[in-house]
């Protein structure tokens, strides 16, 4: 079955701007999760979304935001960009979400100028 | 709050060489354990996972761990690594019950095997 899709791959924004992010999950998941990956942070928590609510937040500034569809596909927004948001933004998919398997797309590499 | 340690940032092993590498968890109440890793420009793809059951879990490509709870550590092993072995390993954590089962990782292990 295909994977975590996400696009596009790569993208190079100014600051100031704001970018969307998409993530079509694998067909029959409904939940979503958003990771931002960083050399010096590391893999962080974004936000997670079940049949299109958002069931949990992690410790990012509200001009982070995303949403679902009903078809499970996701995005997620960023506002005023900031240098610091350069990041890779992964996005994983679970059947239910939690306890069972995380399944992750090649992420979206973000670069801010 | 949960928080995932992973002891060391860069391992280098030449082939055949045996491998652990460390995880520990800070949390106090049930958890569900995972292994993942992230080859060179490629997607995080899991490795294993400890759910319940058994501590001893046995993952793809001859790759186990052990879960040790009175320590709160599940440390990564492979007998004998090899050079396509060459990754970012990264341990993660979520909480076995709840709303917030988001994934905790640790900061990661880039291994690096030489040929």
């Known amino acids: 079955k295909a994977g975590v899709t996400q696009t596009p791959r790569y993208l190079i924004k100014t600051r100031g701007q704001q970018v969307t992010l998409s993530c079509s999950p694998i067909?029959?998941?409904?939940?979503v999760s958003w990771y931002q990956q960083t050399p010096g942070q590391g893999l962080q928590f974004l936000f997670e979304?079940?049949?299109?609510?958002?069931?949990n937040k992690g410790n990012f500034p509200g001009r982070f935001s995303g949403r679902q569809f009903s078809n499970s596909r996701s995005e997620m927004n960023v506002s005023t960009l900031e240098l610091g948001d350069s990041a890779l933004y992964l996005c994983?998919?679970?059947?239910?979400?939690?306890?069972?398997?995380?399944?992750f797309g090649q992420g979206t590499r973000l670069t801010v100028v | 709050a949960q928080s995932v340690s992973q002891h060391n940032h860069h391992v280098i092993l030449s082939e055949a060489a045996s491998l652990e590498l460390g995880c520990n968890y800070s949390?106090?109440?049930?958890?569900?354990l995972f292994w993942y890793v992230q080859y060179p420009g490629q997607h995080l793809q899991l490795l294993l996972k400890?759910?319940?059951?058994?501590?001893l879990v046995k993952g793809i490509k001859g790759f186990e761990a052990e879960f040790i709870k009175s320590k709160f550590s599940f440390n990564l092993r492979k007998p004998s690594v090899q050079w396509s072995d060459t990754a970012e390993y990264f341990c993660?954590?979520?909480?076995?019950?709840?709303?917030?089962?988001?994934?905790?990782f640790g900061s990661g292990t880039q291994l690096t095997v030489l040929p």
């Open positions: 994983a998919s679970t059947f239910q979400g939690g306890g069972t398997e995380a399944f």
């Open positions: 067909s029959g998941h409904r939940s």
């Open positions: 979304y079940f049949s299109e609510t958002q069931r």
């Open positions: 949390y106090g109440g049930t958890v569900n």
């Open positions: 400890y759910f319940s059951g058994d501590p």
């Open positions: 993660a954590v979520n909480m076995a019950s709840g709303s917030a089962r988001q994934l905790t």
